[in-house]
T-cell receptor, first 113, second 110 residues
Framework: ETGVTQSPTHLIKTRGQQVTLRCSSQ?????VSWYQQALGQGPQFIFQ???????GRGNFPPRFSGLQFPNYSSELNVNALELDDSALYLC????????????FGQGTRLTVV | DAKTTQPTSMDCAEGRAANLPCNHS???????VYWYRQIHSQGPQYIIH???NNETNEMASLIITEDRKSSTLILPHATLRDTAVYYC???????????FGAGTTVTVRA
């Protein structure tokens, strides 16, 4: 186990709704990244937070947004859900810095119907 | 980030060494080579990373060629639990983003 926990583990939402996914990072880790993994594909980088500030973003629309809290836990919010948003959403935490590894949680499986 | 090329799939016999190749011919001097694996329906698991020297830890060894254009991940004694998708990733030193490709599906057979 990595110490990174995500909730909920599974979620079903209707198209057009909004969803919030949560991530508790490993103790001491100040950097959190979010990834989307569609079925049969590798994870795709959504964005990253370092000390409560977004400091990197992938090719995702603004309806994907996030927060990082003072305890370094994080939320991913997705508005106006689309069917193609159905995926495994992964959170990864790290110490930051150039020579560090990221530790992933087990993910939240989101199904949009 | 430099692109990586990995075989789509490979089989390995249990107890034998598994050698997973990765090509990254456009790698720059400020890019690390990282390996992660993902067992079905779980989050990716960090295995090992290196810049230019060979590296070894309790899970695996990473051999990087002198020109850094390719690398090999070695699982010394594969077990059935090593069956997973293995991702070779090139990451810029000051960039935390991991760019996953399709990876290599490794099946360890008894």
């Amino acid at each position: 186990e990595t110490g990174v926990t995500q909730s909920p583990t599974h979620l079903i939402k209707t198209r057009g709704q909004q969803v919030t996914l949560r991530c508790s990072s490993q103790s001491g880790h100040n950097t959190v990244s979010w990834y989307q993994q569609a079925l049969g594909q590798g994870p795709q980088f959504i964005f990253q937070y370092y000390r409560e500030e977004e400091n990197g973003r992938g090719n995702f629309p603004p309806r994907f947004s996030g927060l990082q809290f003072p305890n370094y836990s994080s939320e991913l919010n997705v508005n106006a859900l689309e069917l193609d948003d159905s995926a495994l959403y992964l959170c990864a935490s790290s110490l930051g810095g150039p020579d560090t590894e990221a530790f992933f949680g087990q993910g939240t499986r989101l199904t949009v119907v | 980030d430099a692109k990586t090329t990995q075989p789509t799939s490979m089989d390995c016999a249990e107890g034998r060494a598994a050698n997973l190749p990765c090509n990254h011919s456009t790698i720059s001097g400020n890019e690390y080579v990282y390996w992660y694996r993902q067992i079905h329906s779980q989050g990716p698991q960090y295995i090992i990373h290196g810049l230019k020297n060979n590296e070894t830890n309790e899970m695996a060894s990473l051999i990087i060629t002198e020109d850094r254009k390719s690398s090999t991940l070695i699982l010394p004694h594969a077990t059935l639990r090593d069956t997973a998708v293995y991702y070779c990733i090139v990451r810029v030193i000051d960039d935390y983003k991991l760019s996953f490709g399709a990876g290599t599906t490794v099946t360890v057979r008894a």
